[in-house]
């Protein structure tokens, strides 16, 4: 499990873009993962080591 912990709201810099996140879900194998909405409004679902704060 990540030691940082994510929120919706939270500005991130992603593999991808810069975005906010949006949702959170687990997944069935018990990893958590990340929806970050881009400028364009585009949502990608990333885990938390694909994740930087903003």
């Known amino acids: 499990m990540s030691t ?7 500005d991130v810099v992603t593999t991808r873009a810069r975005g ?3 949702d959170v879900r687990a997944t069935p ?3 958590w ?3 970050v909405e881009d400028e364009v409004g585009e949502v990608t679902y990333f ?5 930087r704060r903003a």
């Open 4 to 10: 940082t912990a994510f929120a919706p709201g939270d």
């Open 47 to 51: 885990t938390a080591r694909a994740l």
């Open 29 to 31: 194998s018990g990893a």
């Open 33 to 35: 993962v990340f929806g």
């Open 20 to 22: 906010t996140v949006i």
